[in-house]
């Protein structure tokens, strides 16, 4: 099994920015690839980010495209969300997971980022 735990939500002003983590524990960080997901009320849950087991491939959603940025540190089993500019339409609970055979099969509880406007 792996535990993952999301941190660092928070109320902020359109334009600022949040750095989002996730504490990884369990099971072989490094051998997962990961990906940071976001739901807002009445929305379905959708893709923000993703990034390889090496940190060398990412890929984002074009609606934070230049905005967002994911990184990871295998050594310290986390797994980061920098978010910049933020949108007021950011607004969400924002969830790490951990992908396994072509599947998001772990996941966090998810932390709450509300962007003002």
């Known amino acids: 099994q792996l535990q993952l735990v999301e941190s660092g939500g928070g109320l902020v002003q359109a334009g600022g920015s949040l750095r989002l983590s996730c504490a990884a524990s369990g099971r072989t960080f490094s051998s997962y690839a990961m990906g940071w997901f976001r739901q807002a009320p009445g929305k379905e849950r959708t893709v923000v980010a993703a990034i390889g087991w090496s940190g060398d491939s990412t890929s984002y959603a074009d609606s934070v495209k230049g905005r967002f940025t994911i990184s990871r540190d295998n050594i310290k089993n986390m797994v980061y969300l920098q978010m910049n500019s933020l949108k007021p339409e950011d607004t969400a609970v924002y969830y790490c997971?951990?992908?396994?055979?072509?599947?998001?099969?772990?996941w966090g509880q998810g932390t709450q980022v509300t962007v003002s406007s």
């Open positions: 997971a951990a992908l396994v055979r072509s599947v998001y099969k772990y």
